[in-house]
């Protein structure tokens, strides 16, 4: 794969190892720094008068490797006068070994030996020095001690060059660097681009010289200054090798000579370079020439003598393109031009076919063909000669774009060297796995992959620390290296080796900070390697603490959790613990007893227990093959119980196994996971089992296809992560009971592969065995083929749905996959079938196989009719498989190699009749041995060409009508080429060699005409693109998917409008394969324990296996957009409904449905709505507002989910924000409230016009279209509603005259809405090419807007004629110095330039005259979502909390620079202050000076900011996540509140503010109650916790009084008892009467057991009446439908069960849960009780304790999911799922409807009075007024 990101465009050495610090640096002898007049900076001095003795040595550790992978290495140094000096770099190289490369002044002549290349050195000196004049009389120039006037240097160094030319090796990386006395050095680094430190960053941009085009100016900091007026030249040294230097060419370095002497009238050089030999060079020879040496003037030659150079035996071929390097400078390309257009006034004229350009050789230099590197063409005319491609500064591209061409998307496969690697992260949102040589991350929900990509081998074992932030990888074979990885960033942190081979284990300590590896040493003795990484994230090394040898056999080992000095293994015959002490490791075996002889394959630790826990209460877990599980004593070293499991699943759960146990075979367990619940283990029955901790019973099982090899569960214990021998990788979530696939993978080597490009499915076939059918987009496995018969060749009907299949036993069948049907079998073949093709028109299809026969098939008829057979006509042999055929895209003419190996055929597609026959053999006449042809394929068939490869790794381009060789391509890969093919427009070429993929320009016209990736650790069996050419399929050891990163087709491109430019190219990337289409519905829970994961339908019938239809995971059908839909009746599967869906949103022609493919931007700043559980309902009654019993008074908190979602107008005071589906208008010197109701949907932004008198506000998305609502602020009320956009509205705008609005689309229908203020009429709209996070109008031009977005900057103008309105987009793209970034905020500055910010933290400023950036820096280290410009002050607002102010005045001076400057913060723009909040920062407003202003948060906080005072003060306090309870204190003054983020908060009822606030990490408050009325201790709140505890608060200290812990599950209800005496809480349907004093238990009530109680009220009430004893009364209700009475009297600890009540149910329910079970006492009458739960009907019945039967009932129009009663006026209160408030009069059953939260109502209360109300959906808490009706 390509080079790391990070060291792009340069890596500054000493700024990366901190030299100065010299931690990862070493100096040694006289090393100081000083300050340097000349360069005006601090320098180091390195001197000695042995340079060996005194040196800098980079990086300080010699086992470590810098990994710097630029090719150009520059020194920044002067030479000391009169001293000698030496520079060592040590150099690795592809070939596996390590390369020393030294220069210095102290070498008299060039030596070389296999692994060291010498090269002296000569100084340079001042310009016109008599040294500089004697040098360049000398012959062999003045290498000795430096001259006195010795000049700073840059010297640059070529290492891929140096090492191609001198040693045929290929550069892989710098390792070290040793810079020996004595000199004086500034710095070094390492780049890909050739850079001049002769040309500025001015120069530079009027020359048009980018990175892109693999050149440009030195980077500032590595500058040499220049003085006003001087020249760079006259001041410093310039030296490149290698150069141009005429005295000893490639064998010194030295300064070139940059005024050559003239040439002689007929054009010869001097007769110095006339010894040189002239000859045409091909491209690898000339990518070892410096750039300078290649655009000098060419000497131009008669035809005759270019034909005697084409001859010459060491030149292999000739280039077709002779430019320099690989990224050349575009002004040196211009310099070429002028000196050749001088120059040809003095040579012959030239001729056209001759222009190429030459260059003079040494003879004695071995200019050799390298692999990788050398790609040499030639190209074939009708005469005897080959003659040149167009010449250097013909050429329009130097290098093929865009690079990389390729990116690789998606992997299908699992496992490779072992199946038993799958760890969770952390959080349990993503699985770790390996595929072959690769580390695949896969999101489980999204099913994103990420890739660690660096191993050389199959990775044999995983390790992941506890906080998932280091990632350790090893892989199998002789190379056993270990690799440390950061996981989050996904780079390599670092890589090394202790192990000889077979690395088989690896394990993290919990912190990361020990790791331990197991393995073999040379003589194949077990060693176990102990490491401390602790420094590994900070860029430290890894050192040793301890290493053991064993004769054991170690399967596996662990860390234990607890204690980084503990491990425990286990093997064959042995469980051992092991502990490192004093830098020693030892063990200590378990004592097995009679049990000693058993294969242990797994050991675990008891996990869910704390880890200050002591050491001897561990217990491990261990398994065997016999099928025992073992529990261990980790203290006294012994079994505690062993059991067995049996094929009938006997279990014993006490006590030893006894010797009856034995009498059967075990079901050998593979893997074994522990938690704090259960415990989970994999067998090789294929089952995924779950157990009591005591194994006393099965909790869950799944089965699987093959045997289960690896179990884990999540760190929360809610899911069980399984994995198969057989391939299989996925998850069984506990608390659903439903499994989910996350991936199916072959087992052995896929063979071929076929894409129906229709339906967007790929079949392959492999070595295991199987042909398999996936959806290209899910990657699901949708049909699984057996036989017995291996297959071996596959292909898809062009049309249908049917595919081919050919096997090794010569048999063809073919398939329809609608019907699932075998239409045909041929079995006329007698050898492997190695070819299967359709023709384009699917008229005919065609096979081949290894005996030499040829058949053709009739494939318009269902049967596939056998037309022809014919013997003897294809080459035997299967190397050519799986695609040794070829039809042309016009359905004419077949190509297959044969009847030899030398021969390639063209027939006639419909007859078999043979048409053409070239032998390649005798097409290099030159070459000692017989070319053979391997694979041929036909170009598109407007170009008549037929493309060839050969076994002497050419590609031979062939005329497909004359067979006339057109061109060639030698040297194509290292290896055969093992597959080709060629895009559908001509214009690129793909090709596969080994385990390499390298596309190529199909024309030639570059440079550079290939890029090659790897990342397969097999060799490749075929590769192609994708029918829509838009990605690529690879298949070898697994299966890959690469996105195609090419424009459609050049030429199509509009340069005249940036956004019309990129438009074809962005809605073909919308649809490329990374996009998969996400799972629409979870699968729906099994209702038995046992889960058959691997069910299938056996429909096929005849003589192949079976066709199961995969359906694992279910997708929620999708409506078709096909305008004639089909009919068909036939029972849905799961494939008939993804190809419907494929079908159509996969269309790149489809506009519409390119929106289904963009999938949610990387940065928080885009809105995406809150996931709502309500479902509408139009069955309600909505009362008038002068008739409302309820009235809203309040809404309490902010919607920190919305973005832009607050406004304030600091001169009309207007201050409004958003809660839910309320606009808030709140008056901050009252602190009254004005609510705009309308919105049914949570709103994503507000805006609010100029004059402050209109604001806009937008709800919607999720699927639905939004609406947006025009308030007149002064009223109230909604003056229009206007709609546009079918998803979210990500940001609404005004324009600074108020005259235009603008609304902008989320990522789902990315487009800009235009309207008119005067009638809000739509006056234009455009779809953007990309999400947009973010817009604004110009400030001070009219008619100027602009957004940003994914794919950066978009200067929009508004163009206006006569009553049409048009807006004019142009893209610009994020600037290369920020990388790949989101642009995510913008903001105007009155001057002219507009300010964006960007998802990592820059800031970047635009000319919006010229369209481009010219400064940027580095304003925070997190994503920036807020930025605010005033005048020259500008606000950013990021994720990391932090909020900060600007001074920009910098700006205007910069601008004029017309250079992009990148800063450090603090340098020209300057820093005023900075405040960190609660939250991330999602909307702000501010004054003009940016002094004071209001700043939201995603904390549901409202901060307003004072910067004079550097203060800030809570305005708005809400929840973050959903409320789970409120409710008032007894008099009313306050109202608490509990969150699942664990907080608990007071409020005041009179002000709303936040009073305190009572915080618990990482534990969700469940609910919350208020102590009754108390004069002596004051009000206390008890608080009920997901952990099962109970937490007390003072109200007056503000302190928490005590905790309990009365339940081991979540506390579902709490209350105190009317006199206050006891606390009341459930859990698990345990009621624990609980003393507020002491914290003791009193009593414990299980009659509820089983069931969850969801409500528990208490009352004060003499119980005389009912016939018992007591003054309380409390009731409990639970799920199960059940409500018990209990008369009570605490003091007396009495508590006797008054009546039981149970409310039938029918059995089914069509939601997805129950409605809970809701109850309480009648506020009127305490012997009255009210129920409501589920039911025969929807109703509230009415029970009466005294009658003991129920006395009324009043119906509902929905569930209730909550229920409050008023002690005021007969009133009650329900609230639904389907978002409704219900206030229903109990006396009259009149009700009225209220629809004001955006979410469904989960919970409401009745203050003591009767008079407030609240109700809470998610985090929107409302207040109510209730006047009654």
Known sequence: MASADWQHPYVNIFKHVKVEEWKRSAKAGDVTSYMDKTLKCSVFRIKGPVPANSYILVPKNPNHSLGLTGRYFYLLFRPTPGKYFMVHLDVAVQEGQLVRISFSNMFKEFKSTATWLQFPFVCGAAKDSVYENTSRSARHGLVGLAPTSVRWTCLMMDLRF???????????????????????????????????PGITFNE??????????????????????????????????HIKFPSEGSKLSFDSIQKEDLKPKARTASGQRSPITEEAHFAKISRAVQDRVSLRQQIRIPKLLPRSEASVASSEPELSGFSSNLKGSSR?????????????????????????????????????????????????????????????????????????????????????????????????????EAVVYPCHAIIVSMNILSREQRFFIGHTDKISTLALNGNTTLLASGQNGNNSVVLIWDYNQGHRLLMFRAHAHSLCSLSFSFGGGILCGVGKDRHNKTMVVVWNTLNVSRGGDVTILAKAHTDVDIITMKVAFFDDTRMVSCGRENIRLWRVRNGTLRSCPVNLGHYHSLDFTDVTFEEGISSDQCVDDRTLFACTKSGHIFEIDYSRVAVKNVRKLLPAQQQYADGRENCSFNTGSGIAINSISVSSSFCATGSEDGFLRLWTLDFSAILLEAEHEGPVSEVSISSDSLQVLAATTSGNLGFLDVSTRGYNTLMRSHTDAVLGFSVDGIRRHLTTASADGTVRVWNMDSLHQLYDFVSEDNPCSVAFHPHEQTFSCGFSSGIVRVFDISSSKLLAEHKQHRGEVIGLAFSADGEFMYSADSEGS????????????????????????????????????DSSRLAFVGPSQYIVTIADARSLDELLRVDVSILDVESPQLDSALKVCFSPASTEHLLVTTSANKILWLSSKTGRLLRQVSNVHKHLCSSLAVSEDSRFLLTSGHNAVKVWDYNMTHRVNSQMFIGHSQPIRQVSFTPDQLGIVSVGDAIFFWDFLADPDERLTDSGSLFKARQSSS???????????????????????????????????????????????????VQSTAPNPSSDSRPAVSFLKVTDLDSDSFSPLNADSTQNQLERPDCYKHFIPRLRTFSPDQSIAVPQPQDEGIKLKAVIGYNGNGRGNMVWSPDQGLFAYSCGCVVVVEYLHSGTQKHLQGHSKEISCLAISNDAQTMASAAGGNSSTSLVFIWDVQSGTCRKTVSYHKGAVQSLAFSRDDLLFLSVGDFSDPGLALWSTENFKLLSSVKMSGPIHDAAFSPSTAGQMACVGSRGVYFCFIQTHLSNTDLKVHRVSPPSEVGEVELTALSYHMDSYLLTSTNRGHVCAWDITKLCCFMIWKADDGEIGVLLCRGNRLLTGSNTHWLRVWDIKAAQGIRSTENICRMKSGTKVVMEQELMLDGTMVSAAFDSSVDMGIVGTTAGTLWYINWSDNSSIRLVSGHRSKVNDVVFSCDESHFATCSEDGSVRVWSTSSYELVVQFQVIDQACCCLCWSPPSGEDGAHIAAGYGDGTLRIFRLASKEMEMKLHPHYVAVSAITYSASGHVILSAGDGLVAVSSPTSGATIRVIRDHKGATITSIQCVNEQCKKFGVEGNELFLAAGADRRVSVWATDWSKEKCDLLDWLTFPAPANFEDDSFPPSLAAFYPADHSLLVYTGYAVEKELSFYSLAKKQIIKKISLTHWATCLSLSSKNHLLVVGSKERVLKLIKSTSGRFQDFLQHSDSVQTCHFSPSGMLLFSAAYNEVLLWEVPGF
């Not at 693999?214 to 900091?221: A, D, F, S, V, W």
């Not at 058959?1092 to 279910?1114: A, I, K, N, T």
Request: proline share 7%; with cysteine; glycine share 6%.
């Open 162 to 196: 140096t090492l191609s030319v001198y040693l045929n090796c290929h550069h892989s990386h710098l390792k070290s660097i040793k810079l020996c006395a004595n000199m004086v050095v500034k710095n070094m680094f390492t780049s890909d681009l050739l850079l001049d």
């Open 204 to 237: 530079a941009k009027q020359r048009g010289l980018s990175s892109s085009q693999g050149t440009g100016p030195i980077p500032r900091e590595m500058s040499f200054p220049v003085p006003k007026g001087s020249s760079w030249d006259d001041l410093y040294d």
């Open 328 to 428: 050349c400078d575009n002004d040196l390309l211009q310099d070429s031009t002028d000196c050749c257009s001088h120059d040809a006034s003095s040579q012959p004229h030239r001729v056209t076919d001759d222009g190429g350009i030459h260059v003079y050789v040494h003879p004695e230099d071995a200019l050799s063909m390298h692999g990788e590197e050398s790609e040499d063409e030639v190209v074939c005319t009708t005469g005897t000669h080959p003659i040149s491609l167009p010449s250097f500064k013909e050429s329009r591209h130097q290098e093929l774009l865009p690079d990389p061409i390729l990116r690789l998307s998606r992997i299908i496969g699992f496992g490779g060297a072992t199946s038993r690697c799958a760890l969770w992260t952390r959080s349990g």
């Open 854 to 889: 040829l058949a053709l098939y009739n494939a318009s008829e269902e049967d596939h009719l056998l037309t022809r057979v014919t013997c003897n006509v294809v080459a035997r042999g299967t190397e050519r498989a799986p695609d040794a055929l070829s039809v042309s895209g």
């Open 1067 to 1117: 809605m073909a990337a919308e649809a490329r394969l990374s996009n998969g289409m996400p799972r629409q519905t979870a699968p729906l829970p099994s209702s038995q324990q046992q889960l058959d994961v691997s069910s299938m339908d056996h429909v096929m019938q005849r003589g192949f296996g079976s066709l199961p239809v995969c359906e694992d995971d279910p997708a929620k059908p």
